[in-house]
């Protein structure tokens, strides 16, 4: 009877901008965290990817959703909606008989128990049988390649799209850690804002995290490294006539001041409660950026000239809560998970 049932082993980064799926090793699903739903059947048209597409673009009949908003589950139905059709994306070279899935998720360090409780519900629902919970700046220093188990201590700041997840690390445990609702999101929005108030130009949620993309900066002086202005093309907020802005990284960062500066405050708050000989570790250590707000052109060479401890950016900030789930999946009885 055994071949009737097989098990799957899974670890998801589930992101409020990105989900990331590993399976042995290697990185199999990096879509998009949205889906799209029939608003008469609720049944799933598309996910990932092609739903993005679609975002902003709908009739009446589509919707087209979301389901993490600052980290945490906004729409229970669509969130399993999204994991089942993100687990769909994964080979598992048997399309005859649905595997007993083994999964890890990386869920932020803020997390209630309700909301941990609907991560894991949601898992279930989608098809999960052993289902581990992990803190994501916990999964991103395993990612990032750090001795987590080690009896030093070792601080993690992980800026993904929905949340910011500051976290010291010593002997395999957050010591402390904090999650603050200011992330990639917010620095679209504040973008978004920005374009109507300056320029007068309606700019959509996706425009704005284009524009963040091509010219979002930390520092109003990047030096060889500067990028050249984006246009923007949009209408009008008055008029509705099509204007055409064009917009630097300078102007960026100056919109981006007051959401950068509740980071740095995080961080800096995190500094002052951690124990002074862990305290000295770190500034022996430094400091490591992951999550896609790392990528923010200048974040680092601000924070170091703040707080005056180095902050080193990962390799691949993007992967680093994906990677790190994976090789926790691969030792789950070297780590701790949530209950």
């Known amino acids: 009877m055994g071949f009737f049932s097989f098990t799957q082993e899974v670890a998801m980064d589930l992101g409020t901008a990105n989900t990331i799926i590993t399976s042995n090793g290697k990185i199999v ?25 679609m975002y902003e673009k709908t009739h009446s009949n589509i919707r087209t959703v979301r389901p993490l908003r600052e980290g945490v589950i906004a729409d229970f139905y669509a969130c399993e909606q999204m994991i089942r059709g993100m687990i769909n994306m994964v080979h598992t070279g048997n399309r005859f008989f649905s595997p007993s899935l083994r999964m890890v998720i990386g869920v932020p360090s803020g997390s209630t128990d309700v909301e941990l409780r609907a991560v894991r519900e949601s898992a279930e629902r989608a098809g999960g049988r052993e289902i581990y919970l992990i803190h994501e700046p916990m999964a991103a220093a395993i990612g990032v390649g750090l001795d987590v188990e080690a009896p030093e201590g070792n601080m993690i700041v992980d800026i993904g799209g929905g949340s910011t997840e500051i976290a010291v690390i010593s002997l395999g445990g957050l010591v402390s850690n904090s999650s603050i609702r200011v992330a990639g999101d917010d620095l679209t929005a504040d973008i978004q804002e920005y374009m109507g108030r300056q320029h007068n130009i309606k700019v959509s949620e996706r425009m704005a995290e284009r524009i963040k993309i091509h010219v979002g900066a930390a520092l109003t002086e990047l030096g060889e490294g500067a990028p050249e202005d984006y246009i923007v093309d949009g209408p009008n907020k008055i008029t509705a006539l099509p204007m055409r802005v064009p917009v630097c990284y ?13 980071i740095e405050t995080a961080i800096l708050n995190a500094l002052e409660n951690t124990p002074p000989e862990l ?11 992951t999550g896609g707000g790392a990528m923010l052109r200048g974040l680092d060479k601000r924070l170091t000239a703040k707080i005056n401890i180095p902050f080193h950016i990962a390799d691949d900030p993007l992967h680093s809560v994906a990677k790190g789930t994976g090789i926790a999946l691969k030792n789950v009885e070297n780590f701790s998970f949530l209950m």
Not at 279 to 289: P, R, S
Request: hydrophobic share 45%.
């Open 279 to 289: 305290y000295a570790d770190i500034v022996h250590n430094g400091i490591y950026l």
């Open 29 to 53: 699903v990096d879509e998009p965290s949205v889906v799209a739903l029939d608003r008469r059947t609720d049944k799933m048209i598309a996910v990932g990817e092609k739903a993005k597409l």
């Open 250 to 262: 300078q102007e960026i960062a100056h919109c981006l001041e007051k959401s950068i500066a509740r």
